[in-house]
């Protein structure tokens, strides 16, 4: 059998060995059709020629890989900075690749860090049992998510909690009508949609309204007349809730922003809460009450796992660090029209 080396992958894609190189190290740009020539070559021989020479050598990879969406919000944003930093006190690099939430581009992101010898990936995306099972199949790459048992987030169950306790708390204040904006997700279960399931519990156990018109849904990448036309739908004149609750601080930045434009008052007419804990919350006006996720618990356990998914060694965290915290700050107040 021939020696599958840089030369061979050449040979057998119709280009110079530098140009092979390039594309593997995407250090200057080749054209679309020819990097596909030689990453479809480079699969089909099943050439890795990062771990091959980290193997010769007698080396791990020392990078860790990330796929991402194009669109990032603050707390992904936020989360990703504490990576890194967990990342290079253990040692390893970051690679990012950023795609669409399609699986094909999630795939063809996998591809290229595979291509670079990486060994374990995080997807800020969350993938559902067939993808993680097509993706164990096809790519020596381990694949992780905020969702998979290795990184130890109790992810589910926190959210699911964590929710529920805040419209607790809005319903002993005396809120009886209180709205909730949530994301639509195509995955059947997922922390989003466990935040939902927080709220529907809390409603029915606190005995609040329970019209459909006070529940809104938008897709993660929502244009913002959708948001708005959500909002209309809740904010009935005559009928408004007393409370709103949003799936994230950014969408309850956006809401807030129409409630006051429309002439309404915060939190004197409506209370507003969230779920993320971003920084700017506390710094708009009036200030974001919000659950505020462990962020740094987050990234410390998730490299954790990383690690363990490359060696099978456990470094476990503090579970007094997953602490999900309600914020209570001058969006949330005392209802001031609700019906009794």
Same mark, same amino acid.
């Given at each position: 059998?021939?020696?599958?080396?840089?030369?061979?992958?050449?040979?057998?894609?119709?280009?110079?060995?530098?140009?092979?190189?390039?594309?593997?190290?995407?250090?200057?740009?080749?054209?679309?059709?020819?990097?596909?020539?030689?990453?479809?070559?480079?699969? %089909?021989?099943?050439?890795?020629?990062?771990?091959?020479?980290? &193997? /010769? $050598?007698?080396?791990?990879?020392?990078?860790? @890989?990330? *796929?991402?969406?194009?669109?990032?919000?603050?707390?992904?944003?936020?989360?990703?900075?504490?990576?890194?930093?967990?990342?290079?006190?253990?040692?390893?690099?970051?690679?990012?690749?950023?795609?669409?939430?399609?699986?094909?581009?999630?795939?063809?992101?996998?591809?290229?860090?595979?291509?670079?010898?990486i060994e374990v990936c995080f997807s800020l995306f969350l993938l559902s049992r067939e993808e993680e099972a097509y993706i164990k199949e096809n790519f020596r790459i381990k694949?992780?998510?905020?969702?998979?048992?290795?990184?130890?987030?109790?992810?589910?169950? %926190?959210?699911?909690?964590?929710?529920?306790?805040?419209?607790? &708390? /809005? $319903?002993?204040?005396?809120?009886?009508?209180? @709205?909730? *904006?949530?994301?639509?997700?195509?995955?059947?279960?997922?922390?989003?949609?466990?935040?939902?399931?927080?709220?529907?519990?809390?409603?029915?156990?606190?005995?609040?309204?329970?019209?459909?018109?006070?529940?809104?849904?938008?897709?993660?990448?929502?244009?913002?007349?959708?948001?708005?036309?959500?909002?209309?739908?809740?904010?009935?004149?005559?009928?408004?809730?007393?409370?709103?609750?949003?799936?994230?601080?950014?969408?309850?930045?956006?809401?807030?922003?129409?409630?006051?434009?429309?002439?309404?008052?915060?939190?004197?007419?409506?209370?507003v809460v969230s779920f993320d804990g971003i920084p700017f919350a506390e710094r708009i006006t009036p200030s974001l009450s919000t659950i505020s996720q462990p962020v740094e618990?987050?990234?410390?356990?998730?490299?954790?796992?990383?690690?363990?998914?490359?060696?099978?060694?456990?470094?476990?965290?503090?579970?007094?660090?997953?602490?999900?915290?309600?914020?209570?700050?001058?969006?949330?107040?005392?209802?001031?029209?609700?019906?009794?």
């Amino acid at each position: 059998m021939a020696n599958i080396d840089i030369k061979f992958i050449a040979k057998k894609s119709g280009c110079s060995i530098a140009t092979v190189s390039r594309v593997i190290n995407r250090s200057k740009p080749v054209s679309e059709k020819l990097q596909k020539r030689v990453v479809d070559t480079i699969r %089909k021989y099943n050439y890795n020629p990062s771990v091959h020479a980290q &193997y /010769l $050598a007698g080396k791990k990879s020392k990078l860790f @890989g990330f *796929i991402m969406t194009n669109y990032i919000n603050q707390y992904q944003l936020l989360l990703f900075r504490y990576l890194n930093e967990f990342a290079c006190k253990m040692g390893y690099g970051c690679i990012i690749r950023y795609c669409n939430s399609g699986f094909e581009e999630k795939l063809e992101a996998l591809r290229e860090l595979e291509i670079r010898g990486i060994e374990v990936c995080f997807s800020l995306f969350l993938l559902s049992r067939e993808e993680e099972a097509y993706i164990k199949e096809n790519f020596r790459i381990k694949v992780c998510h905020m969702q998979s048992p290795e990184m130890r987030l109790n992810i589910m169950e %926190k959210n699911e909690s964590s929710v529920y306790e805040t419209i607790c &708390y /809005l $319903a002993q204040l005396g809120h009886r009508r209180i @709205g909730g *904006i949530f994301c639509i997700d195509e995955m059947d279960d997922s922390f989003l949609i466990a935040r939902k399931r927080g709220f529907l519990r809390a409603v029915r156990q606190m005995q609040l309204d329970q019209e459909e018109s006070l529940i809104g849904q938008i897709h993660g990448d929502y244009e913002k007349s959708s948001l708005i036309s959500v909002i209309e739908k809740i904010f009935v004149p005559q009928k408004l809730p007393t409370a709103l609750f949003c799936y994230s601080d950014e969408v309850a930045i956006e809401v807030m922003s129409w409630i006051m434009k429309h002439g309404y008052r915060i939190p004197e007419d409506v209370s507003v809460v969230s779920f993320d804990g971003i920084p700017f919350a506390e710094r708009i006006t009036p200030s974001l009450s919000t659950i505020s996720q462990p962020v740094e618990y987050q990234a410390k356990s998730i490299i954790n796992g990383m690690l363990y998914l490359q060696d099978g060694a456990e470094r476990p965290c503090d579970e007094k660090e997953n602490e999900y915290l309600l914020q209570i700050r001058d969006s949330v107040g005392i209802p001031g029209h609700y019906e009794k």
